[in-house]
């Protein structure tokens, strides 16, 4: 933490969408990495499934959970359960 | 060709598989809505996706099984919104000259859809509802 506030599009797919109560938001933050934002965003919205089990994603391509938030928009998605 | 698509169409209306001459092997997958999970009646359920990753990934995953595989042609197509009982959910169609490849690629294809590709399924439960996963 300690970074810039920056603002920041976040979106959320499946059970993440249930328990945020919304498909996405807009915010500002001073997380510098998908990891701290979503540290940020378990703590607020009290995400259930841990940090292991959801993948994230900038400019529509899976990122790293220690990449730096490059993207105006970072994506959450719980497992996947296609098929 | 060789193309991966998601659609709110049925799939059981999918345009005609077109296979070239040379293939003596047509495998397909069909992943349908089934009556029950984990012991409890089903009687829907809807899928969504992210869909700007989801055509994507899924693309890739077809073209390394075309990489992985001697295959002439390939396909998938996953359904997203709502589906009733015993709709696809999900086809998978591999041609190739012989048949080896073509059920080891049909079968690695659609279990890396299911692991990679971001699509949840909301089933609705005849005996209570809506589970999301």
């Given amino acids: 933490m300690g970074g810039l506030l920056v603002t920041l599009k976040v979106r959320y797919f499946g059970q993440l ?10 915010l500002e933050t001073q997380a510098t990495n ?8 378990a703590a607020r919205h009290g995400f259930t499934l ?8 900038q400019d529509d ?5 220690e990449a730096p938030l490059a993207s105006a928009e970072v994506v959450f998605m719980p497992p996947v359960a296609g098929g | 060709m060789n193309r991966f698509v998601l659609t709110q169409e049925r799939l059981e209306d999918l345009q005609e598989f077109k296979v070239p001459v040379s293939s003596g092997s047509v495998v397909s997958f069909w992943g349908r809505v089934r009556n029950h999970n984990e012991g409890r009646p089903v009687h829907s359920l809807d899928y969504s996706a992210y869909p700007e990753l989801a055509v994507k990934e899924g ?7 075309l990489k992985r595989w001697q295959l002439d042609a390939v396909r998938a197509a996953h ?3 709502s589906l009733g009982l015993g709709e696809a959910a999900v086809v998978v169609e591999v041609a190739s000259g012989h048949r080896g490849e073509g059920f080891e690629a049909c079968r690695w294809i659609i279990d890396e859809i299911k692991a990679r590709v971001p699509l949840w399924k909301n089933e609705h439960y005849s005996d209570s509802i809506t589970t999301a996963s």
């Fill in chain 1, 17 to 26: 969408q249930n328990e945020a109560g919304c498909s996405g938001e807009t």
């Fill in chain 1, 34 to 41: 998908v990891a701290e934002l979503w540290r940020e965003l």
């Fill in chain 1, 50 to 57: 841990e940090a292991k089990l959801i993948k994230a994603a």
């Fill in chain 1, 61 to 65: 391509e899976f990122c790293d959970w």
């Fill in chain 2, 59 to 65: 693309q890739r995953i077809l073209d390394e099984a």
């Fill in chain 2, 79 to 81: 359904r997203v919104g």
